[in-house]
């Protein structure tokens, strides 16, 4: 997690892929292919940088989303982005649906099982495919979780907790 002067969060949501076209625009994959971030928001800032940067316009194309910066036009410009991550301020995302959250603000919570018993903290997570898996603890006493309903029972934001239940191999 990245912070600016005022404390605000600036996450990662995806990295610059590709140049397209002629006119500088960028190709951006999206951690969450579902996402409708980068076409709600105005400024965004790229891994390496302190400025933001204005997005011009942003437009969904398959599996990208093209993006636009203001200063960016042309493709030699954009190809200077290729491979940077894309990163928005927490403050800038909407608020997740009853049920629903972002990776972002489950990092630094801790796991702990049925009974209460600590397991460690979340550290991050490993997009898998369809069910991200959950990286709780360091080194030799890292536990990986499928991020499902049958293996994180809670998710207790206000407690700094999430109760899950590991699976049969962890011991």
């Known amino acids: 997690m990245k912070s600016d002067a005022q404390g605000d ?3 990662v949501v995806g990295r610059v892929v590709r140049a ?7 190709g951006v994959r999206c951690d969450d292919p579902a996402t409708s971030s980068l076409l709600e928001v105005k400024s965004l800032r790229l891994t390496g940088e302190t400025a933001t940067r204005k997005i011009v316009f ?14 960016v036009n042309d493709r ?22 009853a049920g629903e959250f972002y990776q972002t603000d489950l990092i630094g919570l801790m796991a702990v099982d049925e009974s209460g018993k600590e397991l460690g903290r ?8 369809p069910t991200p898996v959950i990286v709780i603890g360091e080194g030799a006493s890292e536990l990986l979780v499928p991020f499902a309903e049958h293996f994180v029972l809670a998710v207790k934001l206000a407690e700094g907790q999430v109760v899950i239940r590991p699976p049969e191999y962890a011991e």
């Open 9 to 11: 969060r600036w996450i």
């Open 76 to 97: 030699n410009a954009a190809e200077l982005l290729k491979g940077k991550d894309v990163e928005l301020r927490r403050s800038d995302l909407p608020e997740p649906e």
């Open 58 to 71: 942003a437009r969904a194309a398959n599996s990208e989303v093209l993006v636009r910066l203001e200063g």
């Open 20 to 26: 397209h076209g002629l006119k500088g625009e960028l």
């Open 122 to 129: 979340v550290q991050g997570f490993w997009d898998t495919g």
